[in-house]
């Protein structure tokens, strides 16, 4: 399998608590992504990183915010859990800035109750 | 905001004949499109690529672009029951981070 991996799998949080998904890759890659999926949305982009300390937001990221410490962890973290951030949340890597396929990670169940 | 379109199908075929998927997009200076495939309850992998206008072929598969019309279609032939799984169309990449937009996929059910 391609070097990325989610964690956790799953997980059920109250509504109004702070959420951490975390996205850890051994490609080197330096472009890393979150996308959510959402029946009838499709994959929609949270934030995106480009380097060590380089983020910016994507279609879809009021409410989360995500750090890059690190080459090989993305973090996204969801201030204040909502029933709305109720999602598949899938971390992409991409080798290339341009037209560059994605390796997806396993996917991460997010349920807000 | 850019819109990539695609029809949820589901769209059934029998084993061993030609699936067609299409895509529509709406932003005119879209140059790139991929498609992927997913399975239930697993994370999206990449099919093929098409940059340029016309017929693009990887084994089993087809991809067709067409900048006129704003339309990338995926074609399987020799359908297998294997196959069956959501096909997601994405648009952008080039220049842009390698961000994409995706389309909310169609479900392809191969009967055998």
Same mark, same amino acid.
């Given at each position: *399998? ?10 059920? $949080? ?5 959420? $951490? /998904?975390?996205?850890?890759? $051994?490609?080197?890659?330096? =472009?890393? =992504? ?10 929609? /982009? ?9 983020? *910016? ?15 090989? *962890?993305? /973090? ?20 290339? *800035?341009?037209? =560059?396929? =994605? $390796? ?10 | ?10 769209? +059934?075929?029998?084993?061993? #004949? ?14 790139? &499109? &991929? ?7 697993? +994370? ?18 087809? #991809? !067709?672009?067409?900048? #006129? ?10 359908? !297998? ?8 169309? #994405? ?10 937009? &995706? ?10």
């Amino acid at each position: *399998d391609a070097g990325i991996t989610q964690s956790p799998r799953h997980k059920v $949080t109250e509504t109004g608590t702070p959420v $951490t /998904l975390r996205c850890h890759q $051994t490609e080197n890659h330096r =472009y890393m =992504y979150w996308y959510r999926q959402d029946p009838g949305h499709g994959l929609r /982009l949270i934030h995106y990183s480009y380097g060590v300390k380089d983020t *910016d937001k994507g279609e879809v990221s009021d409410g989360y915010s995500v750090s890059r410490s690190k080459t090989e *962890d993305f /973090l996204l973290t969801l201030e204040s859990a909502t029933s709305s951030q109720t999602s598949v949340y899938f971390c992409a890597i991409s080798e290339s *800035d341009r037209d =560059y396929g =994605y $390796t997806f990670g396993s996917g991460t169940r997010l349920t807000v109750v | 905001q850019k819109e990539v379109e695609q029809n949820s199908g589901p769209l +059934s075929v029998p084993e061993g #004949a030609i699936a067609s998927l299409n895509c529509t997009y709406s932003d005119r200076g879209s140059q790139s &499109f &991929f498609w992927y495939r997913q399975y239930s309850g697993k +994370s999206p992998e990449l099919i093929m690529f098409i940059y340029s206008n016309g017929d693009k072929e990887d084994g089993r598969f087809t #991809a !067709q672009l067409n900048k #006129a019309s704003q339309y990338v279609s995926l074609l399987i032939r020799d359908s !297998q029951p294997s196959d069956s799984a959501t096909y997601l169309c #994405a648009e952008g990449g080039l220049y842009n981070f390698n961000k994409f937009y &995706f389309g909310s996929g169609t479900k392809l059910n191969v009967k055998p």
